[in-house]
C-alpha cells in the first residue's frame, strides 16, 4: 500500500539538551516498521532520477523496493554491488543536494528519506548480517593506495574485487582519513566506519599504518616495490588561516587540529592523555560542516557561549542544512554578517578576546554568493578565551613536491583528467587531493572511477 504522505518520516533523535553534553550518535535511526513504511513512499520511477544524482550510482529505487518487502539482506546486496561505504554514506552524505534533489516526492512535499534507508539497510546487515566474505584469487597485478580516506578505500575495493592485491598506504596510525580524523562520533561512530574497513580487509586489502608518503617511501620508490600503478587519494589536510593579527596566541586552532585531537586521538575521554583547552567561551570562524562539527564538540566540551562566526547570511552558508538545525537545537549561537579582524591575546599570550566588524551583502562574486561589505565604523569585541578557524583546507604538499613529472594547480591540487590520470605516468589521484575539500560521496565517485581507469591501464600496457 503507497504512503503519499507529503512528509519524510522523521528519525528519533537524542534530546539536544541531552546530547549536547555527550559524544554519543545524535540520530537513532529508523526500525524495521519505520524503514518499511518509509520505503512505501518511493514510487520506483521507471526512468530513476534518484541515481542520477548519486556519484557512486547506488541503485536507489531496486534497493528500496526490497525494504518494501522486507527483504533487508537483498537490499543491502543492492546497495553493496556500487557502495562500499553504506553505513557511512547513509550518514554523512548531503542527500539534500543529490540523490533526493531528483526525488519526484520532492516535487509536492518531502523526497523519500533514501539517506536514512541506506543507513537502516547497513546498519540492519551489520548486526544480522550472516554472509562471509571470501577473498577473491589474485590477477597477479599489484597496485598502491595513498591515503585510507573514502576516495582511498573506494579505490582499493574496487580494484580488490577484480583481483588486484592493493596495499593501502596511510599516514595516520588508524585507517579511514576524514571519516576518522574529520567527523565527530555523535555525528559518524568510529565502530561503523571500522566495521565498514574489516570487509575490505576481507576481500584481501591490506593497510599499512603510519606510513607518511613523500617522507617514509616515495611514488617512485613504489613503483621499484613491484607496484604497477599508484592511485594518489591523499586528502586535503593542509588547514588555512586567515592571516590576521593574533593567530599566533595560544588558544587559537585550525578546525582540523581540533577535530582531529577529540576524533583519532579522543581528546574527549578521561582515559586519554591527549591534551585539549575546556574553554569558557569559543569562537568558530567559518560556515561550513567543519565549523558546526568543531562548534558541536566545544559546547560538549563544557563551554558555556560556542560562536559561529560567519561574514556572510545564513541562507549562503555551506554547511548542510541539517547540520545547522542541529547545531542550533544545541545552543551554538550564530554571529552572522561578521568577520574577524583582529584575535586579542593578554599579557601571557593567551586568547582573551576577538575584534569584529559587522558586515552587509553586495553584489555576487565568482562563487555566485552575495560578497560580504565591511560595515565602517561597527567593530566591536567578543569576549573568547579559544578561536577556532574553519575557513578550508588544501592538500599537503609532501607528495607533489618529492614525485617528479606530478603537476598542481595554483591552489595546491593534483592536475588529474576525467578519468583521474595525472600528468605522471602510471599515477591516478582523486577525491579532495584533486579538488579540495568537497563531499566523502564525490571522494568515493572519483576513487571509483579511478579503480575503472588502473584497471584499463594495466590490462593494455
Known amino acids: 500500500m503507497p504512503n503519499m504522505s507529503l512528509n519524510k518520516l522523521p528519525m528519533p533523535e537524542q534530546d539536544p539538551n541531552i546530547r549536547n553534553k555527550n559524544f554519543e550518535e545524535v540520530s537513532l535511526g529508523y526500525t524495521e516498521e519505520m524503514a518499511i513504511e518509509e520505503a512505501n513512499r518511493c514510487l520506483n520511477c521507471k526512468h530513476k532520477p534518484c541515481v542520477n544524482g548519486c556519484p557512486v550510482n547506488v541503485r536507489i529505487p531496486e534497493f528500496i523496493a526490497e525494504v518494501q518487502k522486507g527483504n533487508f539482506a537483498e537490499a543491502y546486496r543492492i546497495i553493496t554491488s556500487t557502495n562500499a561505504l553504506p553505513a557511512v554514506c547513509g550518514r554523512v552524505c548531503p542527500q539534500e543536494s543529490q540523490c533526493e534533489s531528483k526525488c519526484v516526492r520532492g516535487i509536492k512535499g518531502e523526497p523519500v528519506a533514501i539517506g536514512r534507508l541506506e543507513r537502516f539497510v547497513a546498519d540492519w546487515y551489520m548486526k544480522n548480517g550472516t554472509d562471509k566474505i571470501e577473498p577473491i584469487a589474485s590477477n597477479g597485478h599489484k597496485v598502491a593506495v595513498v591515503g585510507a580516506g573514502p576516495a582511498g578505500l573506494t579505490c582499493a575495493g574496487d580494484l580488490a574485487r577484480k583481483g588486484y592485491e592493493v596495499t593501502i598506504f596511510e599516514a595516520f596510525h588508524d585507517a579511514g582519513g576524514v571519516l576518522i580524523y574529520g567527523i565527530p562520533e555523535f555525528r559518524l561512530p568510529k565502530d561503523i ?11 584481501g586489502v591490506k593497510i599499512m599504518t603510519n606510513m607518511v608518503m613523500g617522507k617514509v617511501l616515495s611514488v617512485d620508490e613504489l613503483f621499484e616495490m613491484g607496484y604497477e600503478s599508484v592511485f594518489i587519494g591523499s586528502g586535503a589536510g593542509l588547514p588555512s588561516f586567515m592571516g590576521i593579527e593574533g593567530e599566533g596566541l595560544v588558544g587559537v586552532y585550525s578546525a582540523n587540529e581540533f577535530l582531529t585531537r577529540i576524533n583519532l586521538m579522543k581528546a574527549y575521554k578521561e582515559d586519554y592523555d591527549t591534551p585539549i583547552k575546556k574553554s569558557r567561551a569559543v569562537a568558530i570562524v567559518g560556515g561550513g560542516n567543519v565549523a558546526m562539527d568543531a562548534a558541536r564538540c566545544a559546547k560538549r566540551l563544557g ?13 549562503e552558508m555551506p554547511a548542510r542544512l541539517e547540520e545547522i538545525h542541529h547545531a542550533k537545537e544545541e545552543g551554538i549561537e ?33 562563487s555566485g554568493r552575495r560578497r560580504p561589505v565591511e560595515i565602517k565604523g561597527s567593530e566591536f569585541i567578543v569576549d573568547v578565551d ?8 588544501s592538500p599537503n604538499p609532501l607528495i607533489r613536491s618529492t614525485t617528479e613529472g606530478l603537476e598542481a594547480n595554483k591552489r595546491g591540487c593534483l592536475v588529474a583528467d576525467e578519468s583521474m ?11 579532495d587531493a584533486v579538488t579540495g575539500a568537497a563531499t566523502v560521496i564525490l571522494a568515493m565517485g572519483a576513487g571509483k572511477t579511478a579503480a575503472e581507469s588502473i584497471d584499463h591501464y594495466i590490462q593494455n600496457q
Open 303 to 315: 563551554a558555556e557561549h560556542v560562536y559561529i562566526v560567519y561574514r556572510r547570511s545564513e541562507e
Open 386 to 393: 579559544s578561536v577556532i578557524i574553519s575557513v578550508g583546507t
Open 334 to 366: 550564530f554571529m552572522l554578517l561578521t568577520n574577524p579582524n583582529r584575535i586579542i591575546g593578554d599579557e601571557n599570550g593567551l586568547v582573551c578576546g576577538m575584534k569584529c566588524v559587522k558586515m552587509e551583502l553586495g553584489e555576487p562574486d565568482a
Open 421 to 431: 590520470k595525472t600528468t605522471k605516468e602510471g599515477v591516478y589521484a582523486g577525491g
Open 193 to 203: 566506519v571500522k566495521r565498514e574497513i574489516e570487509k575490505l580487509k576481507q576481500l
